[in-house]
């Protein structure tokens, strides 16, 4: 919704100064009207419209909040770090302006193995392989001298396509569509490593300048 149908309403209103809070839980698809594709699927995944795997990007909702300069954005993920979950929510909840924060949420049309009991470990994965970024972008901070925008989660330690591969969205595209699923996977992988090394040159670049 907040990706696609329902990101007009939700534009108008980050645009404006009014002191609303927003959480996006992020499930990648259209969950609550059968599991369609959207514009929050990423690239390689199987759902309804995309049944032989996405070949765009997903869009980056975050970035697109921070160009605004006037909005508190987080992305965040419970199972990978509940203290930074606490952290961004208290700071959303703080900030005098509007604020959103994204949130990773595996769903059931993910089709994780071993099923939704897993649902934490999951978003722990996305993490750990670089698939899903934490980071908090706070325009308070600026005032103080500080630097508003923050990575919170390091880069990639674990296989990007050993995670896509726990999923049935990815890996049946492996088994129906082998060599599309290659391409796919492999722009998928690189895309976020490019994502997370924009991160870091944003956190140098939102740096205060020394006197």
């Known amino acids: 919704w907040a990706y696609d149908i329902g990101y007009g309403g939700l534009d108008h209103v980050i645009a ?15 969950s609550n009207t059968g599991g369609q594709s959207s514009k929050s699927s990423r690239t390689g995944s199987i759902a ?3 049944a032989a795997g996405k070949p765009g990007f997903k869009k ?3 970035s697109i909040a921070m160009s605004y300069g006037h ?3 987080a992305t965040i993920s419970h199972g990978a770090n509940p203290n930074e979950v606490i952290k961004a929510l208290k700071e959303a909840e703080a900030y005098n302006g509007p604020s959103i924060i994204i949130a990773y949420a595996p769903c059931e049309m993910h089709s994780i ?3 939704m009991v897993n649902c934490q470990n999951e978003m722990k994965k996305a993490v750990d392989c670089g698939y899903w970024n934490m980071f908090r972008y706070n325009p308070a901070l600026k ?3 500080k630097n508003p925008f923050t990575i919170d989660s390091k880069e990639a330690k674990a296989s990007y396509r050993d995670f896509l591969m726990n999923e049935a969205r990815y890996s049946s595209l492996s088994r129906a569509f082998p060599e599309r699923a290659e391409v796919l996977f492999a722009q998928a992988e690189e895309t976020a ?3 997370y090394e924009h991160l870091v040159r944003l956190q140098a670049l939102y740096a205060p300048k020394e006197d």
């Open 16 to 30: 404006n100064r009014e002191d609303v809070n927003i959480l996006v839980v992020d499930t990648e698809v259209y």
């Open 48 to 50: 309804k419209f995309t």
């Open 60 to 62: 980056d909702l975050a």
């Open 71 to 73: 909005v508190y954005v």
């Open 113 to 115: 193995k071993g099923g």
């Open 143 to 145: 005032a103080q001298g």
């Open 193 to 195: 490593k490019a994502r």
